[in-house]
């Protein structure tokens, strides 16, 4: 099957305008309400979803390559997939004329920090990795497809979080690696569960009973 994803927004979401304290580089989480990324499913409709991924094991990594998923492409003119993100889930951003943000605060939820300063500083990740995509279903799909996941801004697929937690993480699913801040565990297993059944990729056993564990320790 190939994948179905729900086509990229044409608006960029509205930017908090709450204020926050003045913060250099590294600091406890703001005050300010932070949003999740879109789409991620009630823990019911994630365990339905789960129950209908394919179990398999995971196919090779030869042939994979990032540049066969062109990732950051413009979906809303100027900005691309990530500049999107970036402004989407970010408080108080200030971009240029080609959408580059220029000054904000981004809270990662991966491990509760809060990043004011250098937007380098902060990656946006695929939930589902673009290799273990690959290695689940992708391989077969055409550049078209590909791209259409790697920018994909309307469901849990893309996460601004700090460029280190996103390094921690690499390619590994959910029975490999967690995010350290435990808080968000339940929406993590969820939304990869969510990104998955969207895309018709299918999971291993290890990965299934990680995130059913999950699901039921802590949803």
Known sequence: MTPTPRGLRAALATVFAL?????????????????LPPGIPSTSTAQSQL????????GPQTGYDRSLFPHWAVVDSPCTARQYVLVRD?????????????????????????????????????????SEAWKTGAASWTTGERRAFANDVNSPQLWAVTASVNSSKGDKDPSQWMPPNTAVHCDYVKAWVNVKYRYDLTVTSSERSSIQSTINNRC
Do not use: E, R
């Not at 204020?19 to 949003?35: D, M």
């Not at 108080?92 to 920090?113: I, L, M, R």
């Not at 990043?115 to 673009?130: K, R």
């Open 51 to 58: 129950n209908s991924l394919t179990v398999a094991a995971k």
């Open 90 to 130: 970010g408080h108080n951003v200030v971009t240029d004329s080609d959408c580059q943000p220029t000054s904000g605060s981004w809270y990662s939820f991966y491990d509760a920090v809060t990043w004011t300063g250098a937007v380098s500083q902060i990656s946006v990740d695929h939930m589902v990795p673009l």
């Open 19 to 35: 204020a926050l304290a003045v913060v250099v580089g590294w600091a406890a989480p703001a005050t300010a309400a932070h949003s």
